[in-house]
Structures are given as C-alpha cells and as structure tokens.
C-alpha cells in the first residue's frame, strides 16, 4: 500500500474512522498532517520494565536520564502535529532501582517544561489491585501518574471539559440541574433508582425521547434487566435545548466551543474542519442542528451499538473475558491486569 493510502483518513457520518497505524512512532509521526491532533493519550514502555526484543523499542535506554531525553525527543516530533487546542495525557509509571524510588514521571515533566510544554496537573491513577509486593520495609506504590501537558505558545487556549469529566456529572441528577442540556449527552449516564429506599438499583441510560406534550424521557436499563421510560428533569420546567451547528460549506458538525474559541483567537468565525471562513449573514453563518422532537428509541439504541462496536474493534478483548461481563466502562479503565486484554497487546 502507498504510504499516501494510509496517511488518508476517512469520514464516515461526519466522523473520523478510527485508524491504527503500528509502527516506531518516529519513523510513523513525520507523516501524520501538521496541526491535526487534538489529543495525545500515551503510555510508552516504562523504564526497564519489559523487553519487548525489538531493536527500536523505547524503554530499555541505558540510564533514567536517557530515557527522559528519548520521550521529550518524541513529544518534539509530536509539537507541529499539535493543534493549538490539544491536551497530551502522558501516562509514566514509577521504578524502583538498588532500592531507590526513581523520580521518573518528575524528571520527565521537569524535561518537557525545558522543551516549552506546560505541565497543568499530574493526575494520580490509583490502582487499589495493584500488584501486591513482598517488601516489608515500605509501602507499597499504588499509582502511577498521568502527566497532562499543553503546548506553550504564549496563551492557553486549549480544550477542556471540566463538567465531563467530573464525576458528579455520570449521574442523572447533576444532568437535572443543568439548564441547557442536549437529550443526547443523557446516553450512558449512570442512574439511581428515583423511589426512595431502592437506591441500590442503579442502571445506565440507554434511550432519550420526547413525549407528544414535549416532556423529555430517558430510557433506563436497570441492573436487574428490567428497562423504563421516566421523565427527565422537571417537566413543568422549560429546559433549553444546546444547540448545535453544522458548517455551511462542508457539513462537518462545529460546536458553539469552535465558534466561540475561533473568534476569540482569530476574530473572525472559521470552520475547524474544512478552515473557510464564514460570517455572521444568514447565508454563511453555521446551520443549527436542532434534534428532532420525537426521538425514536430504536435510533438511539443503533448509535449506542455503533459505539460499542468501535469499542471493541480497538480493544480486542477475548469473548467470555472477566471483563466483558464487568461492562465497558469499567474496561476502558481495568488495571493493570485489564491491561494486556485491554491496551494493545491482543492487537
Ligand atoms: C505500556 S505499553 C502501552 C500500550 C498502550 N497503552 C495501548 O493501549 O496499546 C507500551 C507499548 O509501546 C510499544 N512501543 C515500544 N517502543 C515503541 C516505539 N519505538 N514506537 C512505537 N511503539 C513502541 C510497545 O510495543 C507496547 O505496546
């Protein structure tokens, strides 16, 4: 195949398909477009954990300090390929050597901030089945960190979401007190049974819909395998709608966040996608998309199975596998023996 062939990223509905090009991530890099990521989530080999007998791979450098210098000369080739927008979660975990604990992820943070990356948080990834150790004389290390970086150009424009990833916002009852909220974004949220003294029934939301007299319901799946329609919300309550726009010129879907961060930082309204530019009259201004009122359950179920698809395509988890039955969620997130079902090794 032309190396053009795979660089060629397909649309399918408006969105991406999801792609995987394996490959030494320097060789493979220089050929992904300049300006194209919006996010970088990556756990590289940790320093001399494994060996993966493979003359190129990272992680078995000779020292800590040259192992730093291998990362940051990644995220180097990485910076052009960087939106301004972008977020890199780096996920490095601790080593301990003739019994020192090695500052690795510190070291490494220190370094990029050296290379004009902006350390925002080191998030600590908790890991209560971490693998119990022999030592009895400290404690065991039960996290590994995930350096979130963003690039420093001089102004922080980056994408963040805090009210979606705040675990507040998984329950149908933080979704009840926002006033805007799109039917769509209830899909997948975790709900508590609403009738007092069964609050040990918890379901996901699995289905929206309007009714004829416009109250809003979300269809539950309950654990027990029972399904229900309830009304969202206070239906005496008029619940604005988000609204969200699609580019006149190409199509792509563009939210009020790409209308409002390109004429803060351009001053002028451009597509994300397709880079026109387009004005404030009627004919160019981006389309809204307003959901359509009644909402058929049978659509929404096709697009959750959608998800769940591409899900699966990119793990390749063994059917039957302890972790399918512990549901998707809890997938994505399984550490660290969730790992080798879940992050690669399979592929
Ligand atoms: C700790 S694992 C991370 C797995 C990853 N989080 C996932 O979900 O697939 C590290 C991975 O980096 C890969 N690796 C090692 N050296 C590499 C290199 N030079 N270029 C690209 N990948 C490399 C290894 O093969 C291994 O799959």
Wanted: with cysteine; hydrophobic share 35%.
């Amino acid at each position: 195949m032309q190396i053009e062939e795979i660089f060629k990223f397909n649309k399918m509905d408006n969105m991406w398909v999801p792609k995987l090009i394996l490959g030494d991530v320097r060789k493979v890099l220089p050929y992904l477009p300049d300006n194209f990521i919006d996010c970088v989530i990556t756990s590289p080999p940790y320093w001399m954990q494994r060996d993966y007998k493979h003359p190129d791979q990272i992680g078995r450098e000779e020292t800590p300090e040259e192992y730093v210098k291998t990362i940051a000369d990644i995220f180097e080739l990485i910076r052009p390929k960087l939106k301004r927008t972008s977020t890199i979660f780096l996920n490095i975990g601790y080593k301990y050597l003739h019994e020192h604990l090695l500052l690795i992820p510190e070291m490494i943070a220190l370094e990029m901030e050296r290379r004009r990356f902006i350390l925002r948080n080191k998030i600590i990834w908790w890991k209560p089945n971490a693998m119990p150790t022999p030592t009895r004389n400290r404690l065991n290390n039960v996290y590994e960190s995930v350096l979130f970086f963003i690039r420093d150009d001089g102004k922080e424009v980056y994408y963040f979401n805090l009210e979606e990833v705040s675990p507040k916002s998984r329950t149908l009852d933080h979704y009840a007190d926002l006033l805007s909220i799109a039917p769509q974004e209830l899909l997948g949220v975790r709900a508590i049974d609403p009738i007092s003294g069964r609050e040990t029934k918890e379901g996901k939301v699995i289905g929206v819909r309007y009714t004829q007299t416009k109250i809003l319901e979300v269809l539950i799946q309950w654990n027990d395998g029972t399904q229900e329609w309830l009304p969202f919300g206070d239906p005496l309550k008029n619940y604005p709608e988000k609204i969200s726009f699609s580019c006149p010129k190409c199509g792509a879907p563009m939210n009020e966040w790409d209308i409002r961060l390109s004429l803060a930082n351009l001053g002028k309204m451009i597509c994300p996608e397709c880079e026109s530019l387009l004005c404030l009259d009627p004919e160019t201004f981006p389309i809204p998309l307003l959901p359509s009122p009644h909402k058929d359950a049978q659509e929404i179920k096709e697009i959750i199975d959608l998800t769940v698809k591409t899900k699966k395509y990119i793990t390749k988890i063994p059917r039957n596998s302890k972790f399918i039955k512990a549901g998707l969620d809890e997938i994505l997130m399984a550490s660290p023996a969730g790992r080798v079902a879940v992050q690669g090794e399979y592929i």
